[in-house]
């Protein structure tokens, strides 16, 4: 049995996040002493470290959820886990395509630059231009 601070430390989770993912129902109510501490087995080790690696890849609460079912129901289809996955990379194929252009962008503005006065400055002038600018849908982040 594992306390929240115990668990938190093994999988590299704050004890907020763990209460959090508890609180939306990705993790289990947890099973507590007569104190009322908190107390984890292996089952919900597993599963911490699950929600963990699928957030370090990207994936959002929402999918990580889907997995997560899919996940405790072993004899549904894995086709339906794949198409998280697909959807997810298709994701980070257009980040990354938008943080290449950022880069470029980047990358000009820094070459163009004379290193000269404020008032000459490439990087000031191209950020006053708004046509030069990725559109909204193109924004990291976005």
Same mark, same amino acid.
Do not use: W
């Given at each position: 049995?594992?306390? *929240?601070?115990?668990?938190? =430390?093994?999988?590299? #989770? =704050? $004890?907020? #996040? *763990?209460?959090?993912?508890? +609180?939306?129902?990705?993790? !289990?109510? !947890?099973?507590? #002493? ?18 963990? &690696? ?18 405790? &129901? !072993?004899?549904? !289809?894995?086709?339906? @886990?794949?198409? *998280? @996955?697909?959807? +997810?990379? =298709?994701? $980070? ?10 880069? @470029?962008?980047?990358?000009?503005? $820094? ?18 231009? &708004?046509?030069?600018?990725? #559109?909204? &849908?193109?924004? *990291?982040? @976005?």
């Amino acid at each position: 049995m594992l306390t *929240i601070g115990n668990l938190a =430390k093994m999988t590299g #989770t =704050k $004890v907020q #996040t *763990i209460r959090y993912y508890e +609180q939306i129902g990705l993790m !289990p109510e !947890p099973g507590r #002493t007569e104190g009322g501490q908190r107390r984890y087995t292996d089952t919900e080790l597993d599963r911490l470290s699950f929600i963990r &690696h699928s957030r370090q890849l990207g994936f959002s609460l929402d999918a990580i959820r889907e997995l997560l079912d899919l996940s405790d &129901h !072993p004899d549904r !289809p894995c086709r339906e @886990a794949d198409g *998280i @996955a697909r959807r +997810q990379l =298709k994701q $980070v194929e257009r980040r990354m395509a938008r943080l290449e252009a950022l880069r @470029a962008e980047l990358q000009r503005m $820094v070459h163009e630059c004379s290193g000269g006065s404020t008032a000459d400055c490439r990087v000031l002038e191209v950020l006053r231009d &708004h046509s030069e600018c990725l #559109t909204d &849908h193109e924004e *990291i982040g @976005a």
